[in-house]
Every structure is written in structure tokens, then in C-alpha cells.
């Protein structure tokens, strides 16, 4: 994809239909031409703010519902294992470093940690071999191309309000350990977390979170493609993804 550098976006159209073909792919070729300027994106939602990277034609919800999802029954089912291996990497004091923004490289806020389970798409081997049943799961979900990571969230700290930027991925949170007095707001709208239940939002809106209370709170957090991308958009997403960021760190 050598002409996305340059973003000569005529050139990438091409290279992706000479892999893809030409059906389905024009809510792509319109991400392309708002990401370079030539088209002004459309924002559903006045608390939407995908700044980054906006994909058109697909919905604007703070929160998504989970039902009939199937992905997330495994993710559930898998719930008990998850935990083990989340409590095994504390007890083995591995490294959880502040979450770091991939386009800034500025780090997040004090008091939110991270083991990274892979990064923009690809695996550590580490946590391959340290946390085999949390990776199984995620492969079997619709995991995107951003984050993958176990995340603490220390008593007393405030995640101040921000967006992700990006609104063809979704963010998924696996509660792992939530004492009382914590909470998330997307938008207008503020919810808690319940151990072992899914809760998938979209953080291309303004988001928040607390934890107020007296001990840690610990969830799995990754990516998950929007629902209503098609499997041609997907696979095209894909392969633009790293030249999306390279792109947008080059701007």
C-alpha cells in the first residue's frame, strides 16, 4: 500500500480492490477521502467526537447492547479462567505499566496501569504464554486492530473525560474485580461495572471513569470491530489500519 504515505487515496482504492475486488468497499473509499480532507464527516451525535479516524454510514450509540452477541457468552463462560490468570500475573508482581497513547505516545493517567495482552493487532508472546485462556477467548471475539490489555484502576483516581477518536472499533470492558463506588459515563449516560458481565461502549464519545472506593478495580479491556462493518470493510480496515496511525502520527 505504498501510495498511503503520500495519501494518494485514488492509488489505495486500487491496490485494495486489486486484493478485494470493487463491491463494497465505498463507506471505505469515504473514510479515506474525510481522513484526508477531501470530504467533511457527518457526526450523528454531539457528543461523538472520532476525530481521528470517522467511518461514515454506521451508528452513533454511547453503549451498544450485548445481547445475541455470541462472542460475548464466551467471553463470560470464560470469565472464572480469566481471573485466575489476571490474579496469578499480580501475585507473579508482573510488570503493569501507564496506559500509553499510540498516536501522542503520551502516558495515561496516574493510578491506571496496564498489562498489554497485544498492540496494534499483534500479540506479545509474553502474555501468549502467561495467560493462554485469556488470549483463546479474544481471538474468538471480533477483536480489532488498537488494544488489547488487563487494566487497574487505583482508589481515589479519576479517568478525566476524553475520547478515542476512532468510531469503527468499539471498546470492550471484561470486569474482573469492581469494589463498590466505581463507575463509567459515556455521554450523558453513568453506569457501573458487574464481575464477569460484558459491557461494550463506544469510546468515540466523551467518557469518563472513578473509582471512589477503597480497593482496586480490574476489568479486561480490548477493541472489537462495530457491528455494522461489513466482512469486506473489515478486511479492508485491516489493511489500512497501520497506515491509518502512521498517517495520523505523521500529522
Not at 70 to 92: C, D, K, N, Y
Not at 116 to 142: F, H, I, K, M, S
Not at 218 to 235: G, M
Request: with cysteine.
Amino acid at each position: 500500500m505504498s501510495g498511503m504515505n503520500a495519501m494518494d487515496t485514488d492509488q489505495v482504492m486500487r491496490e485494495l480492490e486489486g486484493v478485494l475486488g470493487t463491491s463494497g468497499l465505498e463507506r471505505v473509499e469515504e473514510c479515506l477521502a474525510i481522513l484526508t480532507g477531501r470530504s467533511t464527516p457527518e457526526y450523528l451525535h454531539d457528543e461523538q467526537e472520532p476525530t481521528r479516524l470517522f467511518f461514515p454510514g454506521i451508528s452513533a450509540l454511547p453503549w451498544h447492547d450485548t445481547a445475541g452477541l455470541g462472542w460475548v457468552r464466551t467471553m463470560e463462560e470464560a470469565f472464572p479462567q480469566i481471573l485466575s490468570e489476571f490474579h496469578a500475573l499480580r501475585e507473579e508482581q508482573a510488570r503493569f505499566a501507564p496506559y500509553e497513547d499510540m498516536y501522542t505516545k503520551e502516558l495515561g493517567w496516574q493510578g491506571w496501569d496496564t498489562y498489554q495482552l497485544y498492540r496494534n493487532g499483534d500479540w506479545r508472546a509474553e502474555a501468549r504464554d502467561r495467560c493462554p485462556v485469556t488470549v483463546e477467548a479474544l481471538e474468538q471475539t471480533p477483536h480489532g486492530p488498537r488494544d488489547g490489555m488487563f487494566t487497574v484502576l487505583n482508589p481515589g483516581v479519576h479517568i478525566t473525560p476524553h475520547t478515542g477518536g476512532v468510531n469503527l472499533l468499539l471498546t470492550t470492558h471484561l470486569p474482573l474485580v469492581v469494589p463498590p463506588d466505581c463507575s463509567i459515563k459515556v455521554a450523558d449516560d453513568e453506569r457501573t461495572w458487574d464481575e464477569g458481565k460484558v459491557i461494550l461502549f463506544d469510546d468515540s464519545f466523551i467518557h469518563e471513569a472513578w473509582n471512589r472506593g477503597t480497593r482496586q478495580r480490574s476489568v479486561l479491556l480490548w477493541d472489537v470491530w462495530h457491528p455494522e462493518l461489513t466482512e469486506v470493510e473489515i478486511k479492508a480496515l485491516s489493511i489500512l489500519m497501520p497506515r491509518f496511525q502512521q498517517y495520523l502520527m505523521a500529522v
